[in-house]
């Protein structure tokens, strides 16, 4: 294997934990607080953090154990035929805009019954 290419498969490991970390964090403080809970997340903790970057890299260790990672995907290391493993990757990815577009709901308070009256 060239060095380009072990460069970029870690590169698009480090992507894959970035994705996992996101989601867990997310999840977490968006979802499960802010819309479940309706409730202020405590305070970020370095324990908490860590432990967001364990569920990252276990995410990133599955997908690249299961060639489902959305980032083998994106720099074009991913397996091209195999369309069950293509449509998971798919599926990452759109979890992640999900619960990006969803975070932005909550953070920005915006109101969708607002938004789409006539007084705006």
Known sequence: MSDKKVLKKVQAFLLDVFFGFYISILTERI??????????????TNTKLL??????????????????????????????????????AIHIAW???TISVVAGWVITRISLVDFFSAEG
Not at 64 to 75: H, V
């Open 31 to 44: 979802l499960l607080y802010a819309v479940i809970l309706d409730d202020m997340p405590e305070p970020l």
């Open 95 to 97: 979890i992640l805009i």
């Open 51 to 88: 432990t967001h970057l364990l569920i990252g890299a276990i995410f990133a260790i599955l997908t690249f154990a299961t060639r489902t990672s959305l980032s083998l995907k994106m720099f074009g290391l991913g397996a091209e035929r195999d369309s069950l493993k293509n449509a998971v």
